[in-house]
């Protein structure tokens, strides 16, 4: 499995590559991202056990690599997000490699490309106050569930109740709509450079605000075999995600994290399924 998960690296670090280049072409602010700054500052490249690879920009970026990429993307690529897939679930945006497979568990009948991706977080600001911040969380939550589009199952009971409640509330032709609301909401504090800034990916993200002057500076790290992008202060933000960061976790914590049931570096999945139709 260390080949198998070592190819993966390697043709997910050729897709950070192109990336990398696309952004200096456009001036485009990045990061790599959680377990990748991790990555590239315990290990000099990937953790050792790690299966993907993150990045971060500033919303205002997000927004423009979005649209540059939609429209003079480099060939082989697919830009992946809500707006492009409506079945797609999660709030953020991936850069699929056509011609690959990446099939995680429960992604099996899935009706986007599933190929071996890279994965592109946006970096909001979050309002000062209590209960703004209060507001802002819920507007999260309910952005993320209209993205999701299902119950959470490990919510608690109120949570799984007021998401139902929400879902039937508005069905799916209203959610894309009430998506665009929403974010237009949870962005209006993003030109206020006092605000803390947050990922509102998740809820873990959205309760863990990082520094206001996060993409202040960048500098380059080594990561594999090339330099990438990280904040200037990863110290700061390493130590807010993590803790003591330079301590691995025990070896029984060392695995792949996203359970891939299928990888192909030569196949789209669409590919594969009629293969084995035939």
């Known amino acids: 499995m260390y080949d198998i998960l070592r190819q993966l690296q390697l043709t997910q670090l050729d897709i950070l590559t192109d990336i990398d280049k696309f952004c200096a072409e456009y001036n485009l602010r990045y990061s790599l991202y959680a377990g990748t700054l991790l990555g590239a500052v315990r290990h000099k490249g990937f953790i050792p056990w790690d299966d993907d690879l993150d990045i971060c920009m500033p919303r205002e970026d997000y927004d423009k690599f979005i649209s540059l990429w939609q429209n003079e993307s480099p060939a082989g690529y697919i830009l992946q997000n809500k707006e492009s897939s409506p079945n797609f ?158 301590t691995p976790p025990p070896e029984s914590e060392r695995e792949w994290k996203h359970h891939p049931v299928l990888i192909d570096f030569e196949n789209n999945y669409d590919e594969i399924k009629k293969g084995t139709d035939k």
């Not at 939550?141 to 039937?168: D, I």
Request: with cysteine; proline share 5%.
């Open 89 to 246: 679930t999660p709030s953020f945006t991936k850069i699929r490699k056509e011609h690959t497979a990446f099939v995680q568990q429960g992604e099996e009948n899935a009706n986007y490309h599933l190929g071996i991706f890279v994965d592109i977080f946006p970096i909001d600001r979050m309002p000062n106050g209590k209960l703004k911040r209060l507001i802002f969380t819920y507007r999260c939550m309910k952005y993320q569930l209209f993205t999701r589009e299902f119950v959470p199952p490990k919510g608690s009971f109120a949570e799984k109740a007021v998401s139902a409640v929400l879902l039937a509330m508005y069905p799916t032709e209203k959610r894309m709509e009430a998506r665009k609301k929403l974010l237009k909401k949870i962005t209006q504090q993003n030109n206020n450079k006092n605000c803390e800034c947050v990922a509102i990916e998740i809820m873990s993200t959205i309760r863990q605000p990082l520094p206001a002057d996060l993409f202040g500076g960048l500098v380059r790290l080594n990561f594999e075999s090339g330099k990438f992008f990280c904040f200037k202060d990863w110290d700061r933000y390493l130590t807010i995600k993590y803790g003591n960061y330079m």
